[in-house]
């Protein structure tokens, strides 16, 4: 379980290819002292396994079912990305609980600058939109953000303050970029129990 709350950027130093799974080494001074084997991080919101610790990072292998659904596929060496470690029992809540189970992936219709932070205009998948409201929370490459408004019934409009622009892999976004969406887990779950009682 993860908040949302990104720890740090991270680079993809290497990249290994096998026949079912790809192995990506991460380079990232601030967490590779605080890693061990067999922890939880959410890359890009994606809840990975450390399977070896390195002198500045860590490495993670990536199955196929995530490649499928994640930005993963198309990690090259020099891609930053957002870090984030599990959370722990009796630590603030400073998001939304995040699974870290990514359930797609948004296109970003726009971006600009407003002032001093800027608007993000993305296409959710049909499945996440019905689970998201306007004020709502959701996750976009492991960072949790509020809805701002519903452009069109899969588009939603997000404001990005300064420190999250400066300090995640967002101020990156550009049209027509994919970036990985998590529906608010709450959303999901309401969602589910309706439809199971619909006759």
Same mark, same amino acid.
């Given at each position: 379980?993860?908040?949302?709350?990104?720890?740090?950027?991270?680079?993809?130093?290497?990249?290994?290819?096998?026949?079912?799974?790809?192995?990506?080494?991460?380079?990232?001074?601030? $967490?590779?002292?605080?890693?061990?084997?067999?922890?939880?991080?959410?890359?890009?919101?994606?809840?990975?396994?450390?399977?070896?610790?390195?002198?500045?990072?860590?490495?993670?292998?990536?199955?196929?079912?995530?490649?499928?659904?994640?930005?993963?596929?198309?990690?090259?060496?020099?891609?930053?990305?957002?870090?984030?470690?599990?959370?722990?029992?009796?630590?603030?809540?400073?998001?939304?609980?995040?699974?870290?189970?990514?359930?797609?992936?948004?296109?970003?219709?726009?971006?600009?600058?407003?002032?001093?932070?800027?608007?993000?205009?993305?296409?959710?998948?049909?499945?996440?939109?019905?689970?998201?409201?306007?004020?709502?929370?959701?996750? $976009?490459?492991?960072?949790?953000?509020?809805?701002?408004?519903?452009?069109?019934?899969?588009?939603?409009?997000?404001?990005?303050?300064?420190?999250?622009?400066?300090?995640?892999?967002?101020?990156?976004?550009?049209?027509?970029?994919?970036?990985?969406?998590?529906?608010?887990?709450?959303?999901?779950?309401?969602?589910?129990?309706?439809?199971?009682?619909?006759?």
């Amino acid at each position: 379980m993860f908040t949302g709350i990104v720890e740090a950027t991270g680079t993809i130093a290497a990249v290994e290819e096998y026949a079912t799974t790809r192995r990506f080494t991460i380079e990232s001074a601030e $967490l590779a002292k605080e890693v061990r084997p067999g922890d939880s991080v959410s890359v890009d919101g994606a809840c990975l396994t450390v399977g070896e610790p390195t002198s500045d990072g860590f490495a993670v292998d990536v199955i196929g079912t995530t490649l499928e659904r994640t930005t993963a596929r198309g990690y090259d060496p020099g891609v930053e990305v957002n870090l984030e470690r599990a959370a722990t029992v009796g630590s603030r809540l400073d998001g939304h609980l995040v699974q870290g189970h990514v359930d797609g992936l948004a296109r970003v219709q726009d971006v600009r600058a407003d002032g001093e932070f800027w608007r993000l205009d993305v296409q959710l998948p049909l499945d996440v939109a019905a689970t998201t409201v306007v004020h709502g929370s959701i996750t $976009l490459n492991g960072v949790s953000l509020t809805v701002s408004d519903f452009l069109a019934d899969d588009v939603v409009q997000i404001g990005i303050i300064p420190f999250t622009w400066d300090h995640t892999n967002l101020r990156h976004a550009a049209a027509g970029a994919y970036l990985n969406v998590e529906a608010d887990l709450i959303g999901k779950y309401v969602a589910k129990l309706v439809a199971s009682r619909t006759p």
